[in-house]
Antibody, heavy 123, light 108 residues
Framework: EVQLVESGGGLVQPGRSLRLSCAAS????????MHWVRQAPGKGLEWVSG????????AYADFVKGRFTISRDYTKNSLYLQMNSLRIEDTALYYC????????????????WGQGTLVVVSS | EIVLTQSPGTLSLSPGERATLSCWAS???????LAWYQQKPGQAPRLLIH???SRATGIPDRFSGSGSGTDFTLTITRLEPEDFAVYYC?????????FGQGTKVEIK
């Protein structure tokens, strides 16, 4: 069974940093691209970032570009999101998601999702 | 980036009725790289449709997707009680990926 478990969320002041982690199990991590998607309280879904199987293709939403960095560790079957210069508007539930298409060279669409980790940016 | 606009914002229907949800793109999605998701309160989203019209694994056939170019539609032929939820479209034609703002299907 595919399992994605996010961690690392919490309360942080504006301008500070936070690192989210996502532990993956139940599938061959190397075979799938991965995504981060967020959802502010009571709001819609926002795609944040995606990373291909080999980490050669990476992209970010404009609203996090230059502040957030996605990465993955194949030895630990884990996905990460380093978030710097956090803003109040970054407050959201952050989901880690596995891509739908195995073995593709790119990142495509989120399919299997974790339950999310809540990030609250407030002074 | 490609902006997706969904309509209506809310759809009030009864179980057994047909639901038609629309998603318009600000630029042509030439490869039909358009997906649909369902999200229920307190749950993660579930992928329903990819490639504009292909059902994801395990999705019942009452869900169907259609459209091309800039106009896409999700149809639920006969609403079941568990189908009342919020639905989002997502384009994967270009980066960054973008979601529509969502359509809530509520019980009338």
């Amino acid at each position: 069974e595919v399992q994605l478990v996010e961690s690392g969320g919490g309360l942080v002041q504006p301008g500070r940093s936070l690192r989210l982690s996502c532990a993956a199990s139940g599938f061959t991590f190397d075979d799938y691209a991965m995504h981060w998607v967020r959802q502010a309280p009571g709001k819609g879904l926002e795609w944040v970032s995606g990373i291909s199987r080999s980490s050669s293709a990476i992209a970010y939403a404009d609203f996090v570009k230059g502040r957030f960095t996605i990465s993955r560790d194949y030895t630990k079957n884990s996905l990460y999101l380093q978030m710097n210069s956090l803003r109040i508007e970054d407050t959201a539930l952050y989901y880690c998601a596995r891509d739908y298409f195995p073995s593709g060279p790119y990142y495509y669409i989120p399919d299997k999702w974790g339950q999310g980790t809540l990030v609250v940016v407030s002074s | 980036e490609i902006v997706l606009t969904q309509s209506p914002g809310t759809l009030s229907l009864s179980p057994g009725e047909r639901a038609t949800l629309s998603c318009w793109a600000s630029q042509t999605i030439s490869n039909n790289y358009l997906a649909w998701y369902q999200q229920k309160p307190g749950q993660a989203p579930r992928l329903l449709i990819h490639g504009a019209s292909s059902r994801a694994t395990g999705i019942p056939d009452r869900f169907s997707g259609s459209g091309s170019g800039t106009d896409f539609t999700l149809t639920i032929t006969r609403l079941e009680p568990e189908d009342f939820a919020v639905y989002y479209c997502l384009q994967y034609e270009r980066s960054p990926r973008t979601f529509g703002q969502g359509t809530k299907v509520e019980i009338k």
